[in-house]
């Protein structure tokens, strides 16, 4: 009895340490990747920027003149008029090395501060489509978020409340145009908004 146990602990201490050495031997693996991507990426020159989805805000559908003298409602204003005129991006879902090699290392700084004022419009897009739809301005809040949505958005609260109002105003088939956009994602959040997305579709049912 002894010899038996002995040996299912011989054979388990072999088992894990030759998973502990696949292990070890795919992260050295996908660290030396990771460095070579990163040498040819500096190494890249700078190419064009023509081919940039650049985002326009198309302030004529934005509410801009409701709830002003709602202090947090104006800082969502003031912010989206200050990205009104900035490139705006998004490059949600490539890393700084993926951007190097497709666009050249000196362009680096450039394309961050593109990908930094599209992050902070679809946070302030959708923190204010939350305000406007606490303040009962629904419509206005769901023309922000189909906005954002039609940008590429992860944010997943901005589904959520696009969905609860779709509901609510008695249009839940436009959920189902929700679904395309949710599963081109390339971020880590698309797999959580496409199972929100059929957790609905199956509450429906």
Request: glycine share 2%.
């Amino acid at each position: 009895m002894n010899l038996l146990i002995i040996a299912s602990t011989l054979i388990l201490a072999a088992a894990i340490a030759m998973a502990s050495s696949k292990s070890q031997k795919n992260a050295a693996a996908a660290e030396q990747e990771y460095w070579k991507r990163e040498r040819a990426a500096n190494n890249t020159r700078r190419k064009p920027l023509d081919d940039l989805n650049y985002i326009k805000l198309p302030l004529e559908i934005f509410p801009m003149e409701l709830l002003q003298d709602v202090p947090r409602i104006e800082d969502y204003r003031q912010i989206i008029l200050s990205l009104k005129d900035q490139p705006v991006v998004n490059f949600t879902g490539l890393s700084n090395t993926d951007l190097k090699l497709r666009y050249g290392a000196p362009n680096i700084n450039l394309l961050t501060t593109y990908d930094q004022n599209y992050t902070l419009l679809a946070r302030t897009l959708q923190q204010w489509a939350q305000a406007l739809y606490d303040n009962g301005f629904s419509n206005e809040a769901c023309q922000l978020l189909e906005f954002a949505v039609s940008t590429g958005t992860d944010v997943s609260a901005t589904y959520r409340l696009l969905i609860r109002i779709y509901q609510e105003n008695g249009t839940p088939e436009k959920i189902d145009a929700l679904y395309p956009v949710a599963e081109s994602l390339t971020s880590a959040m698309q797999k959580p908004i496409v199972r929100m997305l059929e957790e609905v579709r199956q509450s429906s049912d």
